[in-house]
């Protein structure tokens, strides 16, 4: 099991850029798959993106898709989310989550595959 902790949330004008991170603890971070979720009030959870225990392959929904990179970095156990062009509906409680896996080359999108989740750092973008 894996502790993991986001940070990096805030308030944002349309149009501006935030960095999340996602923390996790142990040494064994370049073992698990990693995505990025979001949960906007009155909403269920969606996929946001997603990357490979290598860091070689990644994924993103269409809503994201050409204005968010994620990224990790394994030497510091860290996983980014670069959120660039932000839009009112991008406010969200973004979350991290990691699963353990055996390829170099998995990646999951459903919420329901992954095991470990942070407690989420809030977005907020004003129009």
């Known amino acids: 099991q894996v502790l993991l902790v986001e940070s990096g949330g805030g308030l944002v004008q349309a149009g501006g850029s935030l960095r999340l991170s996602c923390a996790a603890s142990?040494?064994?971070?370049?073992?698990?798959?990693m995505g990025w979720f979001r949960q906007a009030p009155g909403k269920e959870r969606e996929f946001v993106a997603a990357i490979s225990r290598s860091g070689t392959n990644t994924y993103y929904s269409d809503s994201v898709k050409g204005r968010f990179t994620i990224s990790r970095d394994n030497g510091k156990n860290t996983m980014y989310l670069q959120m660039n062009s932000l839009k009112p509906e991008d406010t969200s409680v973004y979350y991290c989550a990691s699963r353990l896996v055996a390829s170099s080359w998995s990646m999951f999108l459903a919420e329901g595959e992954y095991r470990d989740w942070g407690h989420g750092t809030q977005v907020t973008v004003s129009s």
């Open positions: 142990g040494r064994t971070f370049s073992s698990y798959a």
